[in-house]
């Protein structure tokens, strides 16, 4: 059976990358069409744009992470294969309204992470591959969440798009794509062997992964963000501004009030963990 990593860009993929070989090595790209996102390598950003197929002109994740996969790939020797969809600017837009994912409807995550892979694997596969996930020893539920959507052979199901109906309609059918693996679970890793791992190699890491204003991090992280990446907190601020959601990314508050945050006590980059990262992880 074909085997395929799902790399995200973090540690703990990429120990997966370099421990668990596989036959592909697959990475989705978050990217916005803001000039204030700008990725500031001009050469970098002409690189990423032939890998993807499709202008880079930045992401709304930490820029270390275009490094980060890289590094990575020289470092395993062996190709990645960069995917990407529409920009976030993109898929929140809906006719003429703005609409934003949040934590009971996540579609940023599908659209701009598992759609891309979900195409890639169609252009590239078409049979049911073994698709290791970056779920460590203390990550069972989450793993068993993915399993409970699996068929008894354990495999998982994708709808695709295959046509069109004479209305114009989508023509959707069911493909059984992948069957999802969690070797740091199977052979028990945890962030701590993780961590050592990567002290002393050559491959460069983000302070967190995922976009950097990602709703399922907690307040307090956001008004750090604020400060540590302005321009691409800014971009969500500007969208919160100007959406049709009337719940924001937040229930309950918006991230211009997280912005303004005066906060008592200056917290250190090692008071957030990875339940802080927005857990964007497929």
């Not at 950003?45 to 709304?60: A, H, N, Y």
């Not at 590094?71 to 809906?94: A, N, P, S």
């Not at 798009?161 to 693996?181: A, D, L, T």
Request: one cysteine or more.
């Amino acid at each position: 059976m074909i085997t395929v990593n799902s790399l995200s860009g973090g540690k703990t993929s990429s120990y997966i990358a370099v421990h668990y070989p596989a036959d592909y090595n697959v990475f989705a790209l978050v990217r916005t069409n803001d000039k204030n996102c700008l990725f500031p390598d001009a050469k970098i950003r002409q690189i990423v744009s032939d890998k993807i197929g499709t202008e880079f002109i930045g992401t709304l994740e930490e820029d270390t992470i275009i490094y980060t996969m890289l590094d990575l790939e020289q470092f395993i020797g062996k190709k990645i294969d960069w995917v990407t969809g529409k920009t976030f600017d993109e898929i929140i837009v809906r006719g003429d309204k703005k609409y934003l994912p949040n934590v009971t409807i996540r579609f940023c995550t599908i659209e701009m992470k598992l759609d891309p892979i979900n195409k890639w694997w169609w252009d590239n596969i078409q049979e049911t591959v073994e698709m290791r996930i970056g779920f460590r020893a203390n990550e069972i539920i989450r793993a068993g969440r993915m399993n409970e959507k699996c068929d008894k052979n354990s495999i998982l199901w994708q709808k695709f798009v295959v046509g069109q109906h004479e209305s114009g309609r989508n023509k959707w059918k069911n493909f059984p794509m992948r069957i999802p693996k969690f070797p740091l679970i199977e052979n028990p890793t945890f962030k701590d062997k993780i961590e050592e791992y990567w002290k002393d190699k050559p491959v460069r890491f983000a302070y967190l992964n995922n976009c950097v204003g990602c709703f399922h991090r907690n307040e307090i992280l956001l008004n750090k963000m604020c400060r540590k990446q302005p321009n691409k907190m800014q971009w969500f601020i500007d969208q919160e501004l100007t959406s049709n959601s009337p719940r924001g990314w937040k229930m309950g508050i918006t991230y211009e009030k997280i912005k303004n945050y005066k906060m008592q006590t200056e917290l250190f980059d090692e008071d957030f963990n990875d339940c802080d990262s927005g857990y964007c992880g497929i």
